[in-house]
């Protein structure tokens, strides 16, 4: 009997095998078990690729823009099948070099290639290629991942679509794509095929795109990749797709009435689905929600005290791989006998757009909805000197704080680099600081971190009466 098993070899499985052995010195022994390509959603079709794509479409797209009088830009000229080439050779070496390299350093892991089933609480069934294997275990963490969920539209199968599994095959450039979401996936896909040259329109059900974010950031950022060249409909269902000499034909009802718009490529961004049907929940007693996901509490402990899960399978509000990586560490030490607790308010999270957006704690209406008060300031990129320097200060910062104590609860950001600096507002939430707290720290001049501050010091004091720097 193992210590522990493990079923998932991604971002979570990994963290919690690390952690796991970490804290015992290597005495604990761990069955790891993994089906498909070792290292889970990130490095293989989401974080890494997806980065690179974005990073390779930015350079392309921007060449081509003047910022500073003069100087005088040529451009760039595209080969996408070579753009291609080099993100899935990029996806093999950190596979290689993170994951597989990795397990060499543990004698105490044994990898297990196949699909899991639970015969019960402490025992699981794996089937390879080679057969099936009964393993038990004192604990178990689940880290199944997701896949994309893909929506029930009449004729999309039959007519073909990408989604953020597949589109990583491409070797040509699509002259017109439709990205039906308008989330994170959606919009990172939508501007990285837009910059490459793409035509792009985005399909979104909701009133707004980036729904998660403040109202003020999304609709500054549809306005940014309208004047791109970005087509967005919000409020919009698709009826029926149908397929014409390879090409796609999607009817669509928006407040404008019912239209069609003929594309070469679909690529589908409506969210996920966890990866839980195969595994016979029901034999070990977990339960799931209404989705499939499996609930979690703080411990990351299931219904069953025995089992743990972690990452994109559990029931909760973001999908991220460092908060996989975090509860594979939290569940790991709950598994082990401690009493760790996750800390899902402090969890910072980005849209890899440009510019970017990140956000960590409660937007202002939800506080208003838990609270019946808050406290909000928003200024403008223009008051931050650096984003004039860059000449792009298409952007804002907006905090949120309650106004019993001053104390920080949201901070929302649309700027470059906003993921590199939002951290800072994430430590202010996870230590309970306050407007005061963040005034009182010298920030460096001049950076777009700055912005953070701005917005704090915005609560006590005309921002527009400042001379720079000022304390």
């Known amino acids: ?38 290292g889970g959603t990130c490095v293989n079709v989401g974080c890494v690729p997806s980065k690179y794509m974005i990073e390779a479409s930015n350079q392309y797209f921007y060449s081509s823009f003047n910022k500073y009088p003069g100087i005088t830009l040529k451009g760039a000229t595209l080969d996408f099948k070579q753009v291609m080439i080099g993100l899935r050779n990029l996806v093999d ?7 597989e390299k990795v397990l060499n350093n543990y004698e105490n892991i044994d990898v297990f290639k196949g699909s899991a089933e639970f015969l019960s609480g402490n025992e699981v069934k794996v089937i390879t290629d ?51 979401g308008g989330g994170a996936i959606g919009l990172e896909f939508g501007q990285a095929f837009l910059h490459f040259g793409s035509k792009v329109t ?72 966890p990866n839980t049907d195969a595994l016979k929940l029901e034999n070990a007693y977990v339960n799931v929600d209404d989705r499939g996901f499996i609930k979690v509490d703080k411990y990351m402990r299931t219904s069953n005290p025995n089992v743990y899960a972690v990452g994109d399978v559990v029931s909760k509000r973001f999908m991220l791989e460092t908060l996989a990586a975090r509860e594979g560490v939290i569940a790991a030490i709950n598994a082990l006998g401690g009493n760790a607790e996750i800390d899902y308010l ?21 506080f208003m909805k838990l609270t019946g008060a808050c406290s909000c300031r928003v200024i403008s990129l223009s008051s931050v000197a650096k984003a004039r320097i860059l000449r792009d200060d298409a952007g804002l910062v907006k905090i949120t704080a309650d106004p019993n104590n001053g104390r920080i609860v949201g901070v929302h950001v649309l700027s470059n680099y906003a993921s590199e600096y939002i951290t800072e507002a994430a430590i202010a939430i996870r230590y309970g600081l306050g407007i005061e707290d963040l005034i009182d720290v010298t920030h460096i001049f001049p950076t777009l971190s700055e912005g953070i501050k701005l917005a704090a010091q915005a609560f006590i004091r005309d921002i527009s009466k400042m001379s720079c720097c000022v304390e």
């Open 1 to 38: 009997m193992y210590d522990l098993i493990i079923i998932g070899y991604g971002a979570g499985g990994f963290a919690a095998a690390i952690k796991a052995t970490e804290l015992t010195e290597g005495k604990v022994s761990i069955a790891l078990i993994g089906n498909g390509p070792i």
């Open 130 to 180: 080679n057969g099936e294997k009964r393993i038990k275990g004192k604990k178990i963490i689940i880290a199944t991942g997701s896949r994309p969920s893909v929506p029930p539209i009449e004729g999309l199968s039959e007519s073909g679509f990408m989604d953020s599994n597949n589109v990583w095959s491409l070797d040509e450039l699509p002259e017109n794509i439709a990205v039906i």
């Open 93 to 99: 070496e950190l596979r290689n070099e993170k994951y």
């Open 202 to 273: 985005i399909f979104e059900s909701l009133p707004r795109i980036a729904y998660l974010t403040e109202p003020e950031i999304s609709q500054l950022l549809e306005n940014i990749l309208r004047r791109e060249g970005m087509q967005i409909y919000t409020r919009t269902r698709i009826i029926k797709v149908t397929k014409r000499n390879e090409r796609k034909i999607i009817e669509y009802a928006s407040h404008e009435g019912k239209k069609t718009l003929e594309v070469d490529e679909i690529l589908i961004a409506t969210g996920r689905k």
């Open 346 to 366: 402090s969890v910072p999270w980005a849209i890899f757009t440009t510019p970017q957006v990140a956000a960590v704690g409660y937007t202002e209406e939800e």
